[in-house]
């Protein structure tokens, strides 16, 4: 009886064992690559401060890769994938077609990663990274990357024209469109942050400063003269006017004056909670910091591909 209850013992013990492994295998975590690629973190870091000094928007740009791959299907690196004769691809999606960037950035971390430790890195875990080391390298905050996403075999072009939030959305429709994702109305406004930084197209603002009455005149006239109503579709305005190349709270507090450069943008300043979150951030920068950092964990853990499904993909571009 004493021999039964010992193997008994022991058959619990190595189930439980396998099944944590598995569960280690299907979880993100920051540790998930410690062993078998440990010079990953470095080289992206390096990587990305290199193409910022080189061009001081790609930090904008490399988060809004990220931002833009996780809301279609998940964080899995869908966005990098090129057309093929089985999918149109998201890069020519309404929110990225001329205007999603980094994408040879991406490419080059790669490259030295599968040098460093060959088919072990996801290009999503790449996305992941890149992004976070963006914002901190531009004065903003850090947090903890979770680990362990797999590249997707597809991408969607009519997927990405579905799920990415748009410029001209309403307030309901942005809180619609991200409560589909799993994200709440305070991270609504405080990834909204994220436009602390970076450039947007005269296509993108043109019917904010020609429509809307929640925009201030001066403002509105200002970019007027460099964005006409036809024409100079492609023409740049930052995001926020006075340090579009520093990550802070001054998005928030040209809101609260109607300088919002989009739509969507000055919409959050259009309803009770979301008012409210927006006079709090620009009030406050550490709880700015704090709500961007808790809602960045969550968006890029949105629908990842792990254990077994997906692929490492040697090149971000296309499906091994």
Same mark, same amino acid.
């Given at each position: ?173 942005? *809180? ?5 994702? !799993? =994200?709440?109305?305070? $991270?609504?406004?405080? @990834?909204? #942050? &994220?436009? %602390? ?55 928030? *507090? ?5 300088? !919002? =450069?989009?739509?969507? $943008?000055?919409?959050? @300043?259009? #309803? &009770?909670? %979301? ?46």
């Amino acid at each position: 009886m004493a021999s039964y209850y010992y193997y008994y013992l022991l058959f619990v013990l190595v189930a439980t064992a396998a099944i944590s492994e598995a569960d280690s295998k299907t979880k993100l975590s920051k540790d998930f690559y410690s062993r078998s690629c440990p010079k990953l973190l470095p080289i992206v870091k390096d990587e990305v401060i290199k193409a910022i000094n080189k061009e001081t928007r790609m930090g904008a740009s490399l988060l809004r890769l990220h931002f833009h791959d996780c809301f279609v299907n998940g964080c899995d690196a869908s966005i990098l994938l090129d057309n093929t004769k089985n999918f149109i691809g998201e890069k020519t999606a309404a929110a990225n077609n001329n205007s999603a960037r980094g994408f040879d950035v991406i490419d080059d971390i790669k490259t030295k990663v599968e040098k460093a430790c060959p088919r072990i890195v996801s290009c999503a875990d790449i996305l992941a990274l890149a992004a976070r080391d963006s914002v901190v390298y531009l004065g903003g905050p850090s947090w903890e990357v979770g680990l362990g996403r797999r590249d997707s075999t597809t991408a969607s072009r009519a997927a990405a024209n579905n799920f990415i939030p748009a410029p001209f959305f309403s307030l309901t429709t942005l *809180k619609s469109n991200f409560a589909n994702h !799993g =994200l709440s109305v305070e $991270d609504l406004v405080a @990834l909204s #942050g &994220g436009h %602390t930084i970076g450039l947007a197209r005269c296509v993108q603002f043109r019917a904010h400063i020609y429509n809307d009455s929640n925009i201030d005149a001066s403002f509105a006239k200002s970019l007027r003269s460099k964005c006409p109503r036809k024409g100079n579709d492609a023409v740049l305005a930052p995001l926020e006017l006075q340090t579009p190349t520093h990550f802070d709270n001054l998005y928030y *507090k040209n809101l609260l004056v109607k300088r !919002g =450069l989009l739509h969507s $943008d000055q919409e959050l @300043l259009n #309803g &009770g909670s %979301t008012s409210a979150l927006v006079k709090k951030f620009a009030a406050n920068k550490n709880e700015f910091f704090k709500a961007f950092s808790k809602g960045m964990v969550k968006m890029s853990s949105i629908k990842p591909l792990t254990g077994k499904k997906g692929q490492i993909r040697i090149h971000c571009r296309k499906v091994n």
